[in-house]
T-cell receptor
Framework: DAKTTQPTSMDCAEGRAANLPCNHS???????VYWYRQIHSQGPQYIIH???NNETNEMASLIITEDRKSSTLILPHATLRDTAVYYC??????????????FGQGTILTVHP | GAVVSQHPSRVICKSGTSVKIECRSL??????MFWYRQFPKQSLMLMAT?????????EQGVEKDKFLINHASLTLSTLTVTSAHPEDSSFYIC??????????????FGEGSRLTVL
């Protein structure tokens, strides 16, 4: 799986949008971009994923650059409960190895009042 | 939505004892489950892939005789830490993939089990 690079930490004010960047310059054509987050002492929680088009769901939006070498996760209105470690992962969506995720160090997002 | 449950959520044991951690898919069948380990202030590290009815596949550096994995049914995988030592103290997390599912929405993580070996 392609490697990802994320900032170590970010801060965001409550109610503002949180924009978390991720670089994945070695991504291959059949690899998706996934975002998970982990709140302290809990298992990872799926947020969103995409291949090349921008995606939006009830939790977040995912913006993928045209060359697919980077992406940005957007939490439109961050709350204190969004404080967590956010992981950007690149992996194949199908095949027998699906689900075998390689977690990097992620970005520690701190939302403050 | 689908739920993956781990038990126990916390366990404290004495050095030299064995500890079993269960991972259950509550409302779906999971042919494949994954076990991760997470040390404090570190990221999740994949330990092994557990396949129902067959032997688990271990990642490089993970001792299969130390971390016994059994996936006897489509809803249950167990991880047994044998002869646990303080360095095995960690947060163990499982994930389960819906049988035949290829989409990210069909991969679910458990809440994790914190093991402390005294």
């Amino acid at each position: 799986d392609a490697k990802t690079t994320q900032p170590t930490s970010m801060d965001c004010a409550e109610g503002r949008a949180a924009n978390l960047p991720c670089n994945h310059s070695t991504i291959s054509g059949n690899e998706y971009v996934y975002w998970y987050r982990q709140i302290h002492s809990q298992g990872p929680q799926y947020i969103i994923h995409g291949l090349k088009n921008n995606e939006t769901n009830e939790m977040a939006s995912l913006i993928i650059t045209e060359d697919r070498k980077s992406s940005t996760l957007i939490l439109p209105h961050a709350t204190l409960r969004d404080t967590a470690v956010y992981y950007c992962i690149v992996s194949n969506a199908g095949g027998t190895s699906y689900g075998k995720l390689t977690f990097g160090q992620g970005t520690i997002l701190t939302v403050h009042p | 939505g689908a739920v993956v449950s781990q038990h126990p959520s916390r366990v404290i044991c004495k050095s030299g004892t064995s500890v079993k951690i269960e991972c259950r898919s509550l409302d779906f069948q999971a042919t494949t489950m994954f076990w991760y380990r997470q040390f404090p202030k570190q990221s999740l590290m994949l330990m092994a892939t557990s396949n129902e009815g067959s032997k688990a596949t271990y990642e490089q550096g993970v001792e299969k005789d130390k971390f016994l994995i059994n996936h006897a049914s489509l809803t249950l995988s167990t991880l047994t830490v044998t002869s646990a030592h303080p360095e095995d103290s960690s947060f163990y997390i499982c994930s389960a993939r819906v049988s035949g599912g290829w989409n990210t929405g069909e991969l679910f993580f458990g809440e994790g089990s914190r093991l402390t070996v005294l």
